[in-house]
């Protein structure tokens, strides 16, 4: 009997560790390439100390951008039940959404919303040219965490979805004069993203067939779709039109 238990509290340790390590290999996450200045214009020469969109390359990151390095709630606090990391608390200001992307607004000043399920509500949000809090930076409309815009135009950020298998979603390149910018999008092996110009157009830009795609975009609003990929897909890694 005795020994028995001891079989049975050795791998219940064991089983704990497992799911523990799982949890720390999770967070491990690669280091994402520096903006280029090659085609695309993407952003300039990158400041020095600037964070370059490396999620998680140093100590200080976590609390210089606002991210919460390993949590079990969404980007508004509430509880999720997947463990996730380096999700960036998010806030709502119906006002200064409103200001921005209300019927009233610049109509050259960029807002962004979601179709189908994908949301704000799982995600990481990093500066990329400049060193910024995207948490103040980013003003949802409510907490649906649909709908959302910048408190500055000129901020160039990716969104990263972390419950649609990681791809990214970059915004670089506004022109006040004209309201247009560039988009990068970036798909992984089981992870699709695409940009519509209304919720139920044709996609503008996706990355369906390839991993690394983009285009110079002029609306007020576009739409922003992620889904799982229905199957592991031959995709090219790059169509040259994004960066």
């Keep these: 009997m005795i020994l028995f238990f001891k079989v049975v509290m050795s791998y219940s340790a064991k089983m704990l560790l497992t799911m523990a390590l799982v949890s720390f290999v999770h967070c491990i996450v690669e280091e994402e390439p520096a903006p280029s200045t090659g085609r695309g214009g993407g952003g300039g020469e990158e400041e020095e100390g600037s964070p370059g969109g490396a999620r998680g390359s140093s ?59 994908s949301t704000m509500q799982m995600v990481t949000v990093e500066p990329w040219t400049s060193p910024l809090n995207m948490s103040d930076e980013i003003v949802l409309k409510d907490d649906q965490a649909m709908e959302f815009t910048l408190r500055n135009a000129t901020d160039e950020f990716t969104i990263e979805y972390a419950t649609a298998r990681y791809p990214k979603f970059r915004f670089y390149g506004y022109e006040p004069t004209t309201g247009c910018y560039k988009i990068h999008l970036s798909g992984t092996e089981h992870g699709r993203i695409h940009v519509t110009l209304t919720e139920d157009g044709d996609a503008e830009i996706d990355t369906k067939n390839v991993r690394e795609t983009g285009k110079r975009l002029c609306s007020k609003w576009i739409y922003i779709g992620t889904r799982w990929r229905d199957t592991i897909t031959t995709m090219a890694e790059d169509d040259g039109r994004g960066i």
């Design 59 to 117: 100590t200080g990151s976590s609390s210089m951008f606002g991210y919460v390095p390993f949590t079990n709630a969404d980007t508004l606090g509430h509880y999720y039940p997947s463990t996730y990391c380096d999700i960036t608390p998010l806030k709502v200001d119906s006002k200064e959404f409103d200001k921005r992307c209300g019927p009233a607004s610049d109509p050259k000043w960029p807002c962004f919303s979601h179709n189908g399920e």
